[in-house]
């Protein structure tokens, strides 16, 4: 199935609707601050930029005639003059001022998706490696406040794994972000391989964001705003996980990282089901749930809000912590979709959690995870 222009608009406008400041917790009641002060940083680990160069691009795609599967990219992130447009490409300003009204500590900072994965080869290889210089140059420029992600180019992985290298070696970043699939394909196909080997060896995880869902899945997902956050970006992520773990990813590489935000798209939930169907028992690579704790790390990113009138994100978190674990949690905010940083400061402030867990998802597992030092 594709998406005609209005469609794609119409989802456009829904999803700027529940990514912007009417996203749940930006305009509640402010929470109570905690009685004892956080003695140590937060980190938020899913902060996105876009570079002035592919802003434009994504602006000359969204003008096209042909069809386009990732509405996410139109109109907000290129709007001139647009809130989102602005705080996208902002470094040094807007951003450092909420983190310092928030008391955010520091931002890990990632390529917006779709990234340059919907561009040609060449391009996406070239646009991948300036914004990658660009988030370098941030880092240089607030080094206490910004770590990054360094973008990849999956559709030319020996051009994708050379950028790793580089990435790790020359800039100093801390890992990779993958927007899901790449021309419909995901990690699962062995001609990624060599981009999931470079990860392992370098030792830096790969944070896997959604994405709107590939056109083998896009057909149940054209009513409303189903194809994005609502729901579709979950179900693109927990798909890709699973198909990785039954291609035998993580057997063939046992010490691979992954990340996935949004409290684990809902997988942490379903551990039980996925054993009891797969059924695999004891075998070599272990069963769904040991993999998903030892390979798989979760974030926080836009589901974790202070909401005075919806507590709904504490006990999926509390769910969370129960079943893969707090050493596999970390917190984030998911900036600037989520407009303001202080509902995700309040929500993991006053969760109702351990003190040693919270030190854990604020800053303790970050700093493991993604070397931040």
Not at 1 to 14: A, E, F, K
Not at 16 to 30: H, I, N, P, Q, V
Request: proline share 6%; charged share 20%; hydrophobic share 40%.
């Amino acid at each position: 199935m594709s998406i005609d222009r209005r469609t794609l608009i119409q989802s456009s406008s829904l999803l700027a609707a529940g990514a912007g400041a009417a996203m749940l917790g930006d305009s509640a009641e402010a929470a109570p601050r905690s009685k004892q002060p956080i003695g140590y940083p937060r980190i938020a680990t899913e902060e996105a930029f876009i570079t002035p160069e592919l802003r434009k691009i994504y602006a000359t795609l969204g003008e096209a005639t042909w069809d386009i599967e990732d509405p996410v990219i139109m109109p907000r992130q290129t709007e001139s003059g647009g809130q989102l447009a602005e705080d996208l490409v902002d470094f040094d300003h807007q951003r450092l001022r909420q983190m310092d009204e928030a008391g955010v500590s520091m931002h890990l900072l990632s390529l917006t998706c779709p990234g340059v994965q919907i561009l040609r080869p060449d391009i996406a290889v070239a646009m991948a490696r300036l914004a990658n210089d660009q988030l370098a140059a941030a880092i240089q420029r607030h080094p206490t406040r910004y770590r990054g992600l360094a973008a990849l180019a999956p559709q030319d992985p020996k051009a994708a794994v050379i950028e790793m290298e580089r990435a790790i070696n020359t800039l100093k970043l801390n890992g990779f972000i993958i927007n899901s699939h790449t021309n419909n394909e995901y990690l699962d196909d062995k001609k990624y391989w060599p981009i999931l080997e470079a990860a392992e060896h370098l030792d830096r995880p790969i944070y896997i964001h959604p994405r709107t869902p590939s056109v083998w899945l896009t057909q149940p997902f054209d009513v409303g705003p189903m194809a994005g956050p609502f729901w579709g970006y979950g179900t693109e992520v927990s798909v890709h996980v699973m198909r990785m773990f039954l291609a035998g990813v993580f057997d063939r590489f046992p010490k691979l990282r992954i990340v996935i935000g949004h409290l684990g798209e809902t997988i942490p939930y379903y551990l039980w089901r996925c054993d009891w169907a797969l059924n695999r028992g004891a075998k070599p690579g272990g069963s769904f749930s040991e993999v998903f704790r030892r390979n798989v790390a979760i974030t926080t990113s836009g589901a974790g809000l202070y909401d005075s009138a919806n507590a709904s994100a504490v006990p999926a978190l509390k769910c969370a912590i129960e079943a893969i674990g707090a050493d596999n949690i970390m917190w984030a905010i998911d900036y600037p979709y989520v407009a303001k940083m202080k509902p995700a400061v309040d929500f993991l402030d006053q969760a109702d959690i351990s003190d040693q867990d919270r030190e854990k998802i604020y800053h303790l597992n970050a700093k493991r995870i993604f070397k931040i030092t």
